[in-house]
């Protein structure tokens, strides 16, 4: 399983755009990366996922470099209700190869 | 309408007592999760389960055990309690898309389990 790494806590503003970077440096070619979104007491969200290059929602853009060695979720123009833990993952189809790291805890503050 | 519905939400118990997390998805996916997260925030997945094949994560004692009484529902069983169950345990569902695509889970609100 590919092991991630992620900044434990990021702080932000109200209206700036977030940049949370996420390292997988053993990543296997039939792995995708997908990011979760997970508030207090509730359980984790889907937010996006892709295989390379950027991919763009409504909610995030994810970006991966041709090495596919790391990934950047970029959250443009953040709320204060956009504070959450948020979570990287690599791993291909359901079952167990889905594995949740320690996820980086994101505070926007007025 | 509640995608993954769990309960109870809360669940306070002692020790040694067998209690039932129940989970109920109505997303018609094949494929049901459940995960543990302690209170370090650690989210470990326990099984995993569809009409094939259940998968079950080896550290997981078998005083746990899933019961899948149809596609729709996956409850949790838990034997002899014991203060180290005290988390949050998340169920979760998927359709499982296949070849290399990851699935995307939908989970529950979560149930806190509280053993004294």
């Known amino acids: 399983l590919a092991k991630t790494t992620q900044p434990i806590s990021m702080d932000s503003y109200e209206g700036q755009e977030v940049n949370i970077t996420c390292s997988h440096n053993?990543?296997?070619?039939?792995?995708?990366i997908t990011w979760y979104q997970q508030f207090p007491s509730q359980g984790p969200r889907f937010i996006i996922q892709g295989y390379k290059t950027k991919v763009t929602n409504e909610v995030a853009s994810l970006f991966i470099p041709a090495d596919r060695k790391s990934s950047t979720l970029s959250l443009p123009r953040v709320s204060l209700s956009d504070t959450a833990v948020y979570y990287c993952l690599v791993g291909r189809s359901g079952y167990s190869t889905l594995t949740f790291g320690k996820g980086t805890m994101l505070l926007v503050s007025p | 309408d509640t995608a993954v519905s769990q309960t109870p939400k809360y669940l306070v118990t002692q020790m040694g007592n067998d209690k039932s997390i129940k989970c109920e998805q109505n997303l018609g996916h094949d494929t049901m999760y459940w995960y543990k997260q302690d209170s370090k925030k650690f989210l470990k997945i326990m099984f995993s389960y569809n009409n094939k094949e259940l998968i079950i994560n080896e550290t997981v004692p078998n005083r746990f055990s899933p019961k899948s009484p149809d596609k729709a529902h996956l409850n949790l069983h838990i034997n002899s309690l014991e203060l180290g169950d005290s988390a949050v345990y998340f169920c979760?569902?998927?359709?499982?898309?296949?070849?290399?695509?990851?699935?995307?889970?939908?989970f529950g609100p979560g149930t806190r389990l509280t053993v004294l």
């Open positions: 979760a569902s998927s359709q499982e898309v296949g070849g290399a695509r990851t699935d995307t889970q939908y």
């Open positions: 053993n990543i296997a070619t039939n792995d995708y």
